[in-house]
C-alpha cells in the first residue's frame, strides 16, 4: 500500500507495534507517519481513512494544543530535550481525547534525527480524577470559608515538635493572623493564648494526645490588638505511621456567647439576692410585728401608771422603762433598714453639720495609728434624708474603715456636690434619678476588697472579717437606707491600696421637685382627746392598753377584738363614731383596710387611723383609702396616737358640717 511504510518486515512490525500499545512512528525525510493499530482503535479511526503525514496528524490535535506540541517536538529534535505533552487527540465523532504524547528521535552516525518514535497514553480517567479533586478541594476550601471559625489540622511529631498542615481563613476573624502565617509558624496561635489559662490549655492536648479522646476546650486569647476572645475548640486526634498525632479542630468565637453567659448569669444573682432580700425581709417583718405589738403593750401601760401621780423615784423608774420601749422602736427600724421595709424620718440636712456633729465621735473609736480628715465642700446642697439613719450609716463606714486598717492609717471623710447626667454611670444605678446629689465619702487605706466581694459586701450577713468579728448587717443597713432615701451606695477598692465609699443622696432641691404640691401636714400636740373612736384590735394586752389611755384622754371609745365583727355590730350604726382606729392584719376574713373601705363606703365622714406592727404596712397609704388620714407603726406614744385621732376627728367634724355624715 502507498501508505506503508517498511517496518523490517509484518512480524516485526506486530512485534515492535503491538496489538495492545497506542504507538506511532515518524521517518523525517519521507515525513509519513505510521499508527499502530490500538491507537486508531483509541481515536476511531479506520486505517484506510488516515494519512500518513506529520501535517495530518497535527490536525487532529486541539487547535489549542497543535501549535505547543509542534515546538516541542521541534525542541527535542535540535536539542535532545525530553519531549513529552499533555494534548488532546480528537476522536473520530468529534469530541477530544486527553492523552499523554512521549516521545524520542533515532539518530544516524553523524546525530542527525532521522526518525522519531513514541506513544500516546489515554489520560480521561486522570484528567477526570484530577478535575474531581480539585473540585472537592475547592468545595472544601469554600466550606471551610464560609463556616464560621477556624478549620485546621494540628500535628505533633514524635520529638514534640508541632506543625499545622492546613489552616481556614477564619483564622484571620479569630486570631486576626492569615493562613500562611500560622502555618509559616505554628507557636503564634499559643503565644496568644491567655495567660491564665495557658497551663489548661497545654494540659488539654496531653490528656487527648495520652488517651487518644475527643479535645474540647474554653479559652481566652489576646489577639495582636489587645482584644480578649472567648474560644471553644474541638477535635478529634488520630496516630499517623511515623507515630505522629494529628489533630482534626474546629475552633469558634464565643466571645458574645459567654458575655450573654456571663449576663444572664449577673441577672440570676441579682434575682437571687432579690429574692433573699425578700425573704429575709419578710422574716425581719414577722419578727418586728410581734417585737413591737410586745413594745407597744409595754409602753402605753407605763405611760398610764407613770400619770397615776406615783413618787418622783417612781416615774423616774417609769421614765426609763419608756425610753428603753422607745429605743426598741428604733433597733426595729434600724433591722428593717437592710432589708429596705423601715419608715424613715426624711428631713432636709447639711450633711457638713451632720459630718462635724459626728467628729468627736469617730475621734473616740479610732485608735492613734490611724489619721483622721475631714474635707467639707463650702456651699454644699442640702440633702433630704433621715438623720438618724445618716448618723448610723457613717459611723458603719467609719467602723469598717477602722477596721480595715488594723496596723494604721489614714481616714478621709469628704462631701461634695454631684449633679447627675445621662453620662454619668451612676445615675444607672438602682433607684437613681438625672439631677442634683450629695455625696459623703468615706476613704481609707486598709486591705482593700477583692473584686470578686465587691458586689456581695452589701449582702446581709456577708462580713470579711472574720468569726465572731463582724455581724455581716452593718454595709447592707447603709444600702438599704441609701436605696430606700433614693440613693444609692458606691463602692471603689484596690486590694493592698484601701476602699473609697460613697453615699449619694439627693439633695433637697431634686426631692421637692418630686414632691412639688404635696403638703406636709402641721402636727398638732394637743394631749386631751375629743370625739367617738372605734377601736378594732386582735391583740388582747394593745386593746386593753388603748381601752385605758383613750378613755382617760376623754374619747368616747368603742372596741373590738377582730374586723368582723366590727363591722357586724357596726356597719349599720355607726353614724355616732368619729374616727377609725384598726389594726392592719387580723384574723378572720376582713382586714384592717377592707374594713375601712367598707365603713367609709357607708359613712363617708368618718375618718380612718390605720397602726400595725410591720413597718412596711405604716409607709404609706395604699391608692384608693383617700379616708386614711394616718398609717402609725407600733410602738406609738401617746403623745402621737392622740394628735393622729384629734386631727382625724377634727376633719370627720368639718365633713359632718357640710352635711355628709351618711350615704344613703
Not at 495582636?224 to 468565637?253: E, F, M, N, Q, Y
Not at 410585728?289 to 413618787?311: C, M, Q, R, S, Y
Request: net charge negative; hydrophobic share 40%.
Amino acid at each position: 500500500m502507498a501508505n506503508e511504510i517498511n517496518w523490517g518486515g509484518s512480524r516485526k512490525s506486530v512485534e515492535l507495534l503491538g496489538q495492545h500499545v497506542a504507538m506511532w512512528r515518524w521517518e523525517l525525510a519521507s515525513d509519513r507517519v505510521q499508527w499502530s493499530d490500538d491507537l486508531l482503535e483509541i481515536l476511531g479511526i479506520e486505517r484506510s481513512e488516515i494519512l500518513g503525514s506529520f501535517k495530518a496528524f497535527a490536525q487532529l490535535a486541539h487547535p489549542d494544543d497543535a501549535i505547543e506540541n509542534e515546538r516541542l517536538v521541534e525542541l527535542h529534535l535540535n536539542t535532545g530535550n525530553p519531549y513529552r505533552f499533555r494534548i488532546r487527540m480528537r476522536h473520530a465523532d468529534g469530541h477530544y481525547i486527553s492523552m499523554l504524547s512521549q516521545g524520542t528521535a533515532l539518530r544516524d552516525a553523524d546525530g542527525t534525527a532521522v526518525e522519531m518514535i513514541g506513544t500516546m497514553t489515554g489520560m480521561s480517567d486522570n484528567v477526570a480524577a484530577i478535575t474531581r479533586q480539585v473540585e472537592n478541594e475547592q468545595t472544601f476550601r469554600s466550606l471551610t470559608d464560609n463556616v464560621p471559625g477556624a478549620i485546621f489540622q494540628y500535628l505533633v511529631g514524635p520529638t514534640g515538635t508541632d506543625a499545622i498542615r492546613y489552616m481556614s481563613s477564619g483564622c484571620r476573624d479569630i486570631w486576626e493572623l492569615s493562613p500562611a502565617e500560622i502555618e509559616d509558624i505554628p507557636t503564634r496561635i499559643w503565644d496568644l493564648v491567655h495567660q491564665d489559662d495557658l497551663a489548661g490549655m497545654q494540659e488539654s492536648v496531653l490528656a487527648s494526645a495520652e488517651k487518644m479522646q475527643f479535645w474540647t476546650y474554653r479559652w481566652r486569647i489576646v489577639t495582636p490588638s489587645g482584644k480578649v476572645k472567648h474560644l471553644d475548640g474541638r477535635g478529634i486526634p488520630k496516630t499517623l505511621a511515623d507515630g505522629s498525632i494529628s489533630w482534626d479542630c474546629v475552633i469558634v468565637d464565643i466571645t458574645s456567647e459567654e458575655e450573654l453567659r456571663c449576663e444572664l448569669v449577673r441577672q440570676q444573682e441579682i434575682l437571687g439576692q432579690v429574692q433573699k432580700m425578700d425573704t429575709i425581709g419578710r422574716i425581719a417583718g414577722g419578727i418586728a410585728h410581734d417585737f413591737n405589738n410586745l413594745l407597744a403593750i409595754v409602753l402605753g401601760n407605763a405611760e398610764l401608771i407613770k400619770d397615776t401621780g406615783l413618787p418622783p423615784d417612781e416615774i423616774e423608774s417609769f421614765d426609763a422603762i419608756i425610753r428603753a420601749c422607745t429605743r426598741g422602736g428604733e433597733l426595729t427600724r434600724r433591722l428593717l433598714s437592710f432589708a429596705r421595709k423601715s419608715p424613715l424620718e426624711p428631713e432636709d440636712l447639711d450633711a457638713n453639720d451632720v459630718v462635724a456633729q459626728l467628729g468627736a465621735m469617730i475621734s473616740r473609736i479610732m485608735p492613734e495609728s490611724i489619721s483622721i480628715k475631714t474635707i467639707l465642700q463650702h456651699g454644699l446642697w442640702e440633702c433630704h434624708a433621715d438623720r438618724s439613719f445618716l448618723e448610723n450609716s457613717l459611723l458603719n463606714l467609719c467602723i469598717n474603715a477602722r477596721d480595715a486598717m488594723d496596723t494604721g492609717g489614714k481616714l478621709m471623710i469628704e462631701t461634695q456636690n454631684i449633679h447627675l447626667t445621662q453620662a454619668d454611670p451612676e445615675a444607672y444605678a438602682e433607684g437613681m434619678g438625672l439631677g442634683d446629689y450629695v455625696a459623703i465619702s468615706v476613704t481609707d487605706t486598709g486591705t482593700g476588697i477583692p473584686s470578686g466581694n465587691i458586689s456581695k459586701v452589701i449582702e446581709p450577713f456577708f462580713s470579711t472579717k472574720g468569726p465572731d468579728l463582724g455581724t455581716g448587717l452593718g454595709l447592707a443597713m447603709v444600702h438599704g437606707f441609701a436605696q430606700q432615701s433614693a440613693g444609692t451606695l458606691l463602692i471603689e477598692s484596690q486590694l493592698g491600696e484601701g476602699t473609697r465609699i460613697r453615699l449619694l443622696l439627693p439633695s433637697n432641691a431634686l426631692v421637692a421637685g418630686r414632691n412639688k404640691g404635696v403638703a406636709n401636714p402641721k402636727k398638732v400636740t394637743k394631749v386631751a382627746g375629743y370625739g367617738a373612736i372605734l377601736v378594732v384590735e386582735d391583740e388582747p394586752g394593745i386593746l386593753s392598753m388603748l381601752r385605758k389611755m383613750l378613755t382617760a384622754a376623754g374619747f368616747e371609745t368603742y372596741f373590738c377584738g377582730d374586723a368582723d365583727r366590727a363591722f357586724a355590730q357596726f356597719g349599720n350604726d355607726a353614724d355616732h363614731i368619729d374616727v377609725l382606729l384598726t389594726d392592719m392584719v387580723m384574723p378572720g376574713k376582713l382586714q384592717g383596710l377592707s374594713l375601712a373601705a367598707k365603713m367609709t363606703e357607708r359613712y363617708p365622714r368618718m375618718r380612718v387611723v390605720c397602726i400595725s406592727g410591720y413597718a412596711s404596712e405604716a409607709q404609706q397609704s395604699p391608692a384608693g383609702y383617700d379616708m386614711v388620714d394616718s398609717f402609725l407603726t407600733k410602738p406609738i406614744s401617746r403623745i402621737d396616737l392622740i394628735d393622729a385621732l384629734n386631727r382625724s376627728v377634727e376633719k370627720a367634724r368639718l365633713v359632718e358640717g357640710l352635711g355628709l355624715s351618711r350615704k344613703i
